[in-house]
Every structure is written in structure tokens, then in C-alpha cells.
């Protein structure tokens, strides 16, 4: 047996586990310091108007309070929330200030910030501030921003942030020319991330030195620095930014937020340690929202089924103001309605409309859901016009191997070209039918079956991965002979130091429990990180372990070579543990270097990877109550070289249910007046352990990424991608008699009934 | 010990038992969940002055530095945890479960486990978990290993 070389793609079971399991894991609000203050977040409750007055007298005054901070107190300035991905100067004068200065636009907006020596002091504290705001008429949908009537930034004279236009070829020719086109509009609600660990972080201001140490970082928190640095006047070296145990991320979790500067500003005003954790209704309203999606989309087919072109305008309500990642998941709804399917003509706009509602951000698959969902029903009432079967539809229109790499729409303004980088699309699409029994359950389409009408569907999908452009990675030969492993990679609960643990191992050729450690993040650990999104850790962190890994074994044969009496090139490195020269002479590695020997590595990369899949669903309906049943869920994907089958498999089944909630139930629901009426988990619904029992999922490794030395493709997103619109078409198929079209999600209860309602064909 | 203390931010910042997570604070997400006097509550919705004179169990109490426990290997064992957030709720959830029901069937696992989110794993390997360590659980002499949690 193999004892090195054989972890990449083994079943191991995770390092982190043991600390978990037994409530031994460290996550920020588990913190605690000597003299800490804990602050609590007084929020606008109205969602637009003119603050008139803050009167801060009376909290200052509860004994336990320290002090108040209000927008007065920052400074000349308030500093805004930048832009980290497409900072265009578009966005500029939508920023949102870290604390509401003249205006609020959204309720949830921070106003003031009490400081006291307990929590519950604090949070008594809110209630004796007293805020005079002067209504503004709140901008509660997407229609009503295009309307321009109330405008949340008077100076711009628009809600409209900025239109992307994704464009590949001649669509209007392609139009003109066309035997068949249908023009439909869908609607996906908001919707949300919902790590279950709130918010959370600790400040400490070393006045003596003039450092900061900021506890909670998580996803990014090298941007985060070089933000907060700006912000607070202080060199990035004076900052370190830690990444304690993170309670799930889905892309909302450590992004760059208002407190992620009130907390650290707090600390350094009041010279003590300064503790926030949010509680869960703070969490709704504050925390990135996403999903907000409406398009008007035409598309144009020979009668064949091969696809000519599709065209169309998106709308994204993109909240109060645009921040970090806002425009993402904007860009992608334009960028991938096409999908793994061959569109040669595409022009699809998408406008970015500012409400008075919580800001949105990445989730998990963004606009990738959202996107699916339109372009997958529109496949299937397409294929039902032109007569065709709907598997025979899409495998005629996926993307074929030999036309990778494809080209796909380039989205306007920043010119953002992309391309497929490799795979099969019609296996992962046959293994899926295979494994739903799809044939023979065909059967069972449409029909009333004891009570209920069963639906059958499919999807296919395509996941980005590995943003660049950079990683970096760092191994230090300890000297007690173990490996330490460090890599600007985040943990957000998805397994990294296990994953990492297994590509240093096989890189340096020693067995996993030489691994001391994998030490991840925190902005202490490697120069320059970028850290985890865009299902990029691994792809991305493991390709820069593998230089630092090469670059290690360099400077150990360098240092080996010197002891030995040889040339480094006459040295060989046994099982990472000893160092042979010629004639056998031999050097063990713990005794090698006091000091230890340290190597960097980097990967650096502007291409993507593209993990791609199909889903299936089974659904039993019950048309009287409106309840749809899981009959059976199975989802195949290719994410490329796979580091740990067991964390894969996971991450695809947790995945999907997230997308099920999604599809069924999870919906940020707002009323005219703008006030969010979902603000407990007793009113936004995700899915619990009883409602989604019956989901497979198979992990292909069937075609490593060309792009990476790893092969190594994202992983995580692929379940939650294509389940809006399987869904979708699972009901509508179970409820063809009654000719129902599902045009908008989520499905719940009240909507599938009212499908339900028209008369049965 | 203020009145108003409730028994999570108790165990939490006063005893620094920090294992025990608080998810929602209105006893939905069951992060939070300990055991009192045999039963699996919500400490988050109790008050630390309530529980004067029980007995409560929080995953602290389910675990040894040796080597984790029958439950807590069949977790691992399963993938039935990624950022580990609800974890602690699981495994007190499912040992106050498995402790008087150790015959239960997977219908009953759901339902009892339908009171904790999680928004990682889809539950899915948390159930096959918690029906994997049943045999733990069984009372001395059915099972051979006689091994509890």
C-alpha cells in the first residue's frame, strides 16, 4: 500500500471534526477580553427619510454606558463601503457610508453605535436614543425605482446604478430571420445567504504601538485590510486581521460591512477592546441580501430545436446602495442566461435598480439561480411548442468537448470576456437520467397518481470557479521534521484544512500527519491573500501548495547539499523525512535546520474553471393543498480533479437543499412602506431535516481543469444552481393538465394551489 | 446572576462554555440546545436562574479528550458537519433522543431533528449519523460494545 501520493481524491475524514464535535471550535463571538466593551447597533427603522435629529443625552447617561458614536463623531468624512469586484466609477456615488449621515435608505441602516461594559447594557441603551427622521416616499420594487419619482441619491437623478449588456454575435439578425421565437417573463424572489453563526467581531487597539487587531475576518480578509486601513489612516501593515472558526459563509459571510469599520473605529475611540455580535433579526436586515431577479427574454429556434439566439432585459434590485460583490450577481444573470447550451447570438441587458432595501451581495450560485430558472423554463416551453422531448431539446443545444474552450457573451462595460474551459456536458447529463430512471418514470409524467400528480424534470448547469489573480501559499519545514502549512484560502466551514492538509502531504510526499497544521486567512499567515469565493480556495490556494511545495523541497535539497558535501541536484528527499546524497549518505530532516526552512509559493491565474452538471427531479403534487413532494432529487456534476470525495459529496447534497429552499419557500418578503416583514427564522423559512429527504448526488472527476496544475476545479455551487428551474419544471410538469406555467418562485403552497386553480384540460 | 440571564449566555460568557452556539435567540435554530434534567431544551428561551438545581448536560458534557464518542465518530464518519455551527445542538439533540428512544426509525430522527438548522450538510448525512449510532445506545447487554456516548 502506498502510504504517500495516495491523498488527493481519498475519502478522508476531516481534521477539523474533532474539534467541532466537540464544542471545541473558536468562533469570534466565543472571544473574550479583560475590559472589553460590547457595542449594540441602534438601525434605522424607516427605510427612507432625512435624519433631523440623533439625541444621544440620555443613553450616555445609563450607568454601564462608555459612550455613543454617531456619524458626528467619525470624522470630516464618513468613509464609504467600496466596490472589491467591478469597482467601476459608475458605483462611486451609490457607497454606502459605514453609519447613516444625513439620510437613511434602508431600514436596518446603522445610526448609532452604544458602547457599555455588558451587552444587555447596551441594548438597553438603544431604546433611550431618540432619532427624528422625516419620511421620504420609500422606493419599495424595481418598478417603482425606473420611475424616478422618489430618488434615493438626489444629486445623481436616477435609480438606475448601471445596465450591464452581455453580447455574443448579431442578435437582431439573428431574430429577423427566425422560424420560431417566444418571448416570456420570470421573476425569482429575495432571498438570502443565512450563514447560521451571526456576525461577529473583536477589536483591539494597541494605542502604544498603534496597532489594530480585528478578530472575526472571514472570505476576504486581505480586501478588508487594505479598506480598513484607508479608512482608519493606518498602514495595512499595522493592521491584522484574524479568521476565527467561521459558521458558514454562501458568499454573504466577510464581506466588507458598515461594522466591519464601526467596530475597529470603536475600539481605537474608546481605547478598550470593543465585542459585536449581531443577533438573528439584525443578521436579516443587514447582511447582503440577493436574488431580486425580473426579465422580459425572447428566444429564436429553428424548428429543429437548435437554438439561434435569445435576447432580452433583466432587471436586479439591487437595494439601497451598491457594495463589495452588489454587481455580481447583476452581471452573471446577463453573463450565463445562456448556460452550458450553444447560443451563438446573445443580447441581453440587465439594469441595476437602487430600493430603499437591504443592499445585495453574492449567494451561493449567484445569478447563476436566478438565471437558470428563466432560461430552463423557457427550454421547456419551447420544447413543448416545437413538439420536441425535452431531453433530445438541450443535448442538441450543450456545448460540445470539441468546441471547448467557448467563447460565451461578453458582458459591457468593463468588456469581461470568459470562456469554457473544458468537459463533457452530455455525460453528466446521461448519468443523471441513468440515475433518475428517467425513462421509466417518464411514464408516470402528468399523471394522477393515489391523490397526487407527479412531474418530471431536468436541468443542466455550469459553475465559475477560481478567481484570480493571485494566491499565495507558504510550507515551513519545521524543526521537529513536520510540515506547517499556510495559504491566503479561507475556511467558511468547507472543509479547507482538511483539503489542504491532503494536497501538501501528496505534494511534499510524507503522509498527512506530518502536517502540523493548515493555518488559513487570518492576514498574518502569507503576504497577500485573496481568500474564498467564487468556488476558488482549492483550485486557486492547492495550485499555490503545490509551488510552495516544489519550492520547499528546492531549499531543503539546497540546505541538505551544503551538510552532505554534493550538489542540491544530487540529493533526493525520502517520504519528506530524511535527505540521501550520493553513496547513500544520508540527513534526517528534523535535525536539518534550527530555525526551521520556509517557502513561499503563488499561483496566478485570470482564466476560469467550469464545473458543469445536470439535475433531475421527481415531484409528487398534491393540487388541492398545493404541498409538492421530493419524490426523488439527483444531481451529477464534474467539478474536475477532486481533492476529497467525502467533503465533495457534501458540499452537492447541502447545496441543493439550500437551492430547495430557494425554489420552495425562503422569500425576504417587504411591504410598500419598505419595512422587511421576514425578520425572525419564525418567518423566513429554510429548510428543516424533515423536508427535503430524498436527494443523491454524484461527484464525476471525470475532466481536470486544463487551466491549473491541480486539475482542480470549484465545487460547492452546483447543487444550488439549476434547482429553482428544476423545480419549476418538475410542478409544471406534474400539473400539465391543468396547463400550469410557473413564471415565478418560490413554490409555495399558496402559488402551486393557485396553478392549480385553472380548468383541467 | 442578573434575573434576566438567560441559561445560553450563562453557559456561554459567565461558566465559558463556549460549545453551546446561539443561532436566532427565539429558539428556533436550536444551536443552543442543552440538556436539562434528561430533556433537550432551548437555552436561549430559558433563564439561567431556572435552571438552579437541575442537572444540565451541554456537548462539553457528551465529549472526553481521549477519543470522541460512538455519536461524535458516527458524525464524523457520516460528513454530517461542515462549519460545525449547529453541531453541538445536533449531538445534544440526538443524545437526549437516542437516550430514551434507542429503536427510533429515520422518520422520528427527522422529526426530532426538524427543530435544529442547519444550512450546510441537507441534513441528509446528519440523519444517517444519528441512525448509524443508534446501536451505541441500545441498553447494556443487546449491545456488545456497551459503549455510550
Known amino acids: ?761 | 446572576m442578573e434575573p434576566r440571564l438567560t441559561l445560553a449566555d450563562c453557559l456561554r460568557h459567565h461558566l465559558r462554555l463556549t460549545g453551546t452556539h446561539v443561532g436566532c435567540e427565539h429558539g428556533v435554530c436550536g444551536a443552543c440546545t442543552v440538556i436539562v434534567d434528561g430533556a433537550a431544551v432551548r437555552s436561549c428561551l430559558m433563564l439561567a436562574v431556572q435552571a438552579e438545581g437541575a442537572e444540565v448536560v451541554t456537548v462539553e458534557g457528551l465529549s472526553n479528550d481521549a477519543d470522541l464518542t460512538p455519536l461524535q465518530k458516527s458524525f464524523r464518519r457520516h460528513h454530517a458537519l461542515q462549519c460545525g455551527f449547529c453541531t453541538p445542538g445536533m449531538i445534544t439533540t440526538a443524545h437526549a433522543l437516542l437516550s430514551e428512544e434507542p429503536d427510533c426509525d429515520a422518520a422520528r430522527v427527522r422529526e426530532v431533528l426538524s427543530g435544529n438548522l442547519c444550512r450546510c450538510t441537507g441534513y441528509i448525512p446528519i440523519v444517517e449519523a444519528v441512525l448509524d449510532a443508534r446501536a451505541a445506545y441500545q441498553p447494556k447487554g443487546r449491545d456488545r460494545s456497551g459503549d455510550r456516548a
Not at chain 1, 416570456?184 to 483591539?204: D, N
Not at chain 1, 499561483?603 to 398545493?626: I, Q
Open chain 1, 1 to 761: 500500500m502506498r502510504t504517500v501520493n495516495s491523498l488527493i481524491g481519498s475519502p478522508i475524514e476531516r481534521l477539523e471534526d474533532l474539534r467541532f464535535l466537540r464544542g471545541r471550535g473558536q468562533y469570534v463571538d466565543d472571544l473574550a477580553r479583560k475590559d472589553m466593551l460590547h457595542a449594540a447597533i441602534l438601525r434605522s427603522s424607516v427605510a427612507h427619510g432625512r435624519i433631523r435629529s440623533i439625541a444621544v443625552a440620555a443613553a450616555r447617561a445609563l450607568p454601564g454606558v462608555h459612550s455613543v458614536i454617531t456619524a458626528k463623531d467619525i470624522g470630516n468624512r464618513v468613509p464609504r463601503v467600496p466596490m472589491r469586484l467591478q469597482p467601476l466609477p459608475d458605483f462611486e456615488p451609490f457607497g454606502q457610508p459605514v453609519i447613516a449621515e444625513t439620510k437613511v435608505r434602508y431600514v436596518g441602516e446603522a445610526i448609532a453605535v452604544v458602547l457599555a461594559e455588558t451587552a444587555a447594557i447596551a441594548e438597553d441603551a438603544l431604546g433611550l436614543i431618540e432619532v427624528e427622521i422625516e419620511p421620504l416616499p420609500a422606493v419599495a420594487d424595481r418598478r417603482a425605482s425606473a420611475q424616478d419619482a422618489s430618488l434615493l441619491f438626489e444629486d445623481k437623478g436616477t435609480n438606475l446604478a448601471i445596465k450591464f449588456r452581455a453580447v455574443r454575435g448579431d442578435a437582431a439578425a439573428a431574430f429577423a430571420d427566425a422560424p420560431y421565437v417566444r418571448r416570456e417573463s420570470f421573476r425569482t424572489q429575495r432571498h438570502m445567504a443565512l450563514p447560521l453563526e451571526p456576525r461577529g467581531l473583536l477589536a483591539e487597539w494597541d494605542a502604544a504601538r498603534g496597532r489594530l487587531t480585528l478578530s472575526g475576518g472571514a472570505k476576504v480578509l486581505f480586501f478588508n485590510r487594505r479598506t480598513l486601513a484607508k479608512q482608519m489612516g493606518l498602514p495595512e501593515s499595522a493592521i491584522e486581521i484574524v479568521e476565527n472558526d467561521v459558521g458558514g459563509g454562501f458568499g454573504a459571510r466577510g464581506e466588507f460591512y458598515p461594522e466591519d469599520f464601526l467596530i475597529p473605529f470603536a475600539a481605537r475611540h474608546t481605547g478598550r477592546p470593543v465585542k459585536w455580535t449581531e443577533d438573528r433579526r439584525e443578521h436579516l436586515m443587514c447582511v447582503n441580501h440577493a436574488r431580486e431577479a425580473e426579465c422580459d427574454v425572447e428566444i429564436a429556434c429553428k424548428r429543429d430545436g437548435t437554438i439561434l439566439a435569445l435576447r432580452g432585459h433583466a432587471y436586479v434590485d439591487v437595494g439601497a446602495y451598491m457594495r463589495t460583490n452588489g454587481a455580481v450577481g447583476a452581471r452573471n444573470v446577463a453573463q450565463f442566461m445562456s448556460g452550458p447550451y450553444r447560443i451563438p447570438h446573445i443580447d441581453v441587458d440587465v439594469a441595476l435598480q437602487l430600493t430603499n432595501k437591504t443592499p445585495v451581495g453574492t449567494y451561493r450560485g449567484p445569478g447563476r439561480f436566478e438565471t437558470d430558472f428563466f432560461r430552463e423554463r423557457l427550454l421547456d416551453m419551447v420544447a413543448q411548442d416545437l413538439g420536441l422531448d425535452r431531453v433530445e431539446f438541450r443535448r442538441r443545444n450543450l456545448v460540445s468537448q470539441r468546441e471547448m474552450p467557448y467563447q460565451i457573451a461578453t458582458i459591457t462595460p468593463f468588456e469581461s470576456k470568459d470562456e469554457f474551459d473544458s468537459g463533457d456536458y452530455q455525460t453528466t447529463l446521461d448519468r443523471c437520467l441513468d440515475e433518475i430512471k428517467w425513462t421509466e418514470k417518464s411514464k408516470l409524467a402528468g399523471k394522477l397518481i393515489d391523490g397526487r400528480y407527479h412531474g418530471l424534470a431536468l436541468g443542466c448547469f455550469i459553475e465559475g470557479g477560481a478567481a484570480g489573480p493571485k494566491e499565495s501559499a507558504r510550507i515551513v519545514l519545521e524543526p521537529d521534521g513536520l510540515y506547517s502549512v499556510y495559504v491566503g484560502s479561507s475556511a467558511i466551514g468547507q472543509g479547507l484544512e482538511t483539503a489542504f492538509a491532503q494536497i501538501a502531504a501528496d505534494a511534499l510526499e510524507v503522509t498527512i500527519d506530518r502536517i502540523r497544521g493548515v493555518f488559513h486567512g487570518s492576514t498574518c499567515y502569507v503576504d497577500d491573500g485573496y481568500g474564498a469565493y467564487h468556488s476558488r480556495s482549492v483550485v486557486m490556494g492547492g495550485s499555490a501548495m503545490l509551488d510552495a511545495a516544489k519550492n520547499l523541497r528546492e531549499a531543503i535539497r539546497a540546505q541538505a547539499a551544503q551538510r552532505l558535501g554534493c550538489q542540491p541536484s544530487e540529493v533526493e528527499i525520502v517520504e519528506g523525512s530524511k535527505a540521501v546524497g550520493p553513496g547513500g549518505k544520508s540527513i534526517a530532516l528534523n535535525g536539518l535546520s534550527s530555525e526551521g526552512i520556509s517557502a513561499e509559493g503563488a499561483f496566478l491565474n485570470k482564466k476560469h474553471t467550469y464545473t458543469y452538471g445536470a439535475h433531475a427531479a421527481h415531484v409528487a403534487v398534491d393540487a388541492k393543498l398545493g404541498h409538492v413532494e421530493l419524490v426523488d432529487y439527483v444531481v451529477v456534476e464534474d467539478c474536475g480533479r477532486i481533492i476529497n470525495p467525502l467533503t465533495v459529496h457534501g458540499q452537492a447534497i447541502g447545496s441543493v437543499v439550500q437551492g430547495l429552499g430557494g425554489a420552495m419557500m425562503e422569500h425576504l418578503v417587504y411591504d410598500q412602506e419598505g419595512q422587511l416583514l421576514t425578520g425572525s427564522l419564525a418567518d423566513y423559512l429554510i429548510p428543516t431535516a424533515s423536508d427535503f429527504p430524498n436527494i443523491r448526488a454524484i461527484v464525476m472527476g471525470d475532466h481536470p481543469s486544463p487551466i491549473n496544475p491541480l486539475g482542480a476545479k470549484g465545487a460547492g455551487e452546483g447543487g444550488i444552481i439549476a434547482a429553482g428551474g428544476v423545480m419549476a419544471n418538475a410542478v409544471a410538469n406534474a400539473l400539465s393538465a391543468f396547463g400550469a406555467q410557473p413564471r415565478e418562485l418560490p413554490l409555495t403552497p399558496t402559488r402551486v394551489w393557485e396553478l392549480a386553480q385553472a380548468p383541467r384540460k
